[in-house]
């Protein structure tokens, strides 16, 4: 069996010094300003070099996010389902039986 050859910290600073991350050149277009590479199509005005290449994109309209769930009715609920307005088989006991505050009344009064 071979003997491994040591790693030294200068042959792993060396081996890591081509890992740095290299900026990416964005580059401010003359004529819309928009952000883009350089040699790249403008792709919001389609235009390369001075020359329309490709139609423009169209600019997406987003609507505004909101924060919350809002609490207004938005209109009717509609069921479509089948069980939606059948009452349950436990329904008339239900309603029968009072609530813990009704019991706890009734006691009050005796």
């Known amino acids: 069996m071979s003997i491994r050859m040591r790693h030294t910290r200068g042959h792993t600073g060396n ?3 081509h890992h740095a991350l290299e900026a990416v050149a964005v580059v401010k277009d003359k004529e819309s300003g928009n952000l883009r590479l350089s040699h ?3 792709e919001a005005t389609g235009m390369y070099r001075g020359k329309q290449i490709a139609p423009a994109k169209e600019v997406r309209v987003t609507k505004a996010k909101l924060k919350s769930v809002s ?5 009717e609920h509609v ?4 069980h939606a307005h059948t009452e349950h088989a ?8 009072h609530t813990k505050e009704e019991r706890s009344e009734a006691k009050s009064e005796k």
Do not use: I
Request: glycine share 4%.
């Open 15 to 17: 081996r890591r010094s």
């Open 90 to 97: 436990n329904a008339a006991v239900k309603a029968t039986q």
């Open 40 to 42: 790249r199509l403008d």
């Open 79 to 82: 069921h479509t389902h089948e």
């Open 71 to 75: 609490t207004t009715p938005t209109g």
